[in-house]
């Protein structure tokens, strides 16, 4: 089952603001693994820059509004949509 995204609410100037969790995927809310937008100082290279691994306009078109831009893909997710041959929406068993 998946866990609800865990949304973090500041208060700026009176008002609210929801911000995204960074590290999990908008698509399953598991975490991404994202080296780019952790916080450890890091030489490693992040799994997305893979070659094998694409994010087709298709797969982007998944992620809410809300949440583009603002939090990476897992790659299980990457791959269960190559695999599906990106044909409906992946929706992951977890």
Known sequence: MAKPLI??????????VD?????LCP?????NHCVNLGA???EK???CNDPAIS????????????????A?????CAQAFK?????GVYTPDK
């Open 7 to 16: 949304m973090q609410v500041l208060c700026v100037n009176n008002k609210s």
């Open 19 to 23: 911000t995204v969790d960074p590290l």
């Open 27 to 31: 698509l399953c809310q598991q975490h």
């Open 40 to 42: 450890a100082d890091t």
């Open 45 to 47: 290279t992040c799994w």
């Open 55 to 70: 994010f087709p306009q298709a797969l982007l078109d998944q992620v809410p509004n809300d949440k583009k831009r603002k």
């Open 72 to 76: 990476c893909i897992c790659k299980t």
């Open 83 to 87: 695999e599906n041959n990106g044909v």
